[in-house]
């Protein structure tokens, strides 16, 4: 698949089948994540891989629209050092969770991000060091429906190119 046509076509997968995915799928998606650029090649992120069905639900409940967790084949929580240290940060850890998105969506594997509103319970949950913080989670699985994967874009489901690029002032 070209990068150009998994930009066109993905997007957010709310609902999995309840299937695993194989090892090799999910050190791709998270080798893809470890590739991803940073600022200053800083890297800032770590990723916790969770497939573990109790902590999925438990992880699903620390955020207002982060459910769809509990249904994944695999979640993973990005985690940071403080994003006030640093502007960028946040930005690093987004797309380490774009590059794992489409990475998936080549292998036929849905996604979906997860905003973490209750970042100490969920360092309760995972165990992470007191100097990471989790405020993105991302989940993955094979969609309920798998023709969600190849059916073509809604029309009007995107803002206009002219609505959104102004050229060299606003």
Known sequence: MQVSEA???????????????SEEVTNAILNAGRRAQSSKNTQPW??????????????????????????????????????????SIMFDAGQAAAYMQLAAWELGVGSCLATIYEPETA????????NLHLYIA?????????????????????????????????
């Open 123 to 130: 360092r309760e949950l995972l165990g992470f060091p007191e």
């Open 46 to 87: 770590s990723f916790i891989a969770i497939q573990e069905k109790a902590t999925l639900k438990a992880l699903s409940e620390c955020g207002n629209y982060a459910g769809h967790l509990a249904g994944a084949a695999l979640g993973v929580a990005i985690l940071t050092p403080d994003p006030a240290e640093r502007f």
């Open 7 to 21: 930009i066109r076509m993905k997007r957010a997968v709310r609902e999995f089948q309840d299937q695993p995915l």
């Open 138 to 170: 991302v989940s993955f699985g094979y969609p309920v429906d798998e023709a969600y994967l190849t059916r073509s874009p809604q029309k009007g489901g995107r803002r206009s190119m002219d609505n959104i690029v102004h050229w060299e002032k606003w």
